[in-house]
């Protein structure tokens, strides 16, 4: 077993996976753009099928040119809180690619498992540098392909915000009860040898 940030994980693992959260309390706090080009280099690591590296990241720095408009490709609820962000990525990838020996481009059916490869890899680089970072599905889709223009290509995936934990007192009450890292399914109810067997 393996504790740390008021987790407890069931078997010995790294406490890199423990303390990596997502915190919606940010300090708002300036991210400089090596710091931020350090969590994107370690989600250019992360593995992928033939290598094809399909993950792209359009991003904003708070009080720079585009922060406002990154910022309101989040659907209403994620704006309220990751205004106090350092840092908006939105995530993409490539659905099609050239396989080798091939000479035309085909289907890359892991195009996003790929991309969610590359995002964990940036939530652990970004925990370990002292930042966390929140991955979010509410995002405006057709505002993104179009304001950020987004080819047909190219799948949206999601959005990040990455800043430093805040005190949760500054979120809405309502939110504030749920501002602590959370717990996860036991390995027996998401694995299974052999067969499907879950419910």
Avoid: C
């Amino acid at each position: 077993m393996t504790a740390a940030n008021s987790r407890t994980a069931d078997h010995a693992i790294s406490d890199i996976f423990l303390n990596r959260w997502s915190p919606r309390a940010f300090t708002g706090e300036e991210i400089s753009a090596q710091t931020l080009a350090t969590i994107m280099e370690a989600a250019r690591w992360a593995p992928s099928g033939y290598n094809f590296q399909p993950w792209r990241f359009i991003y904003a720095r708070k009080g720079t040119a585009h922060w406002e408009s990154l910022l309101g490709m989040l659907n209403p609820f994620n704006q309220s809180w990751a205004n106090s962000a350092s840092a908006l990525i939105i995530v993409l990838s490539k659905m099609a690619e050239i396989a080798p020996g091939k000479d035309t481009e085909s289907t890359n059916r892991s195009h996003s498992f790929d991309a969610g490869a590359a995002w964990g890899y940036m939530a652990l680089q970004a925990s370990l540098l002292g930042w966390q970072a929140h991955g979010m599905a509410g995002i405006e889709h057709e505002k993104i392909r179009a304001q950020l223009q987004v080819p047909p290509g190219y799948h949206i995936e999601a959005g990040v915000a990455i800043g430093r934990q805040g005190d949760k007192s500054t979120l809405p009450e309502a939110l504030q009860a749920r501002e602590m890292p959370s717990g996860r399914r036991s390995l027996a109810e998401i694995s299974a040898e052999g067969v499907f067997s879950f419910k």
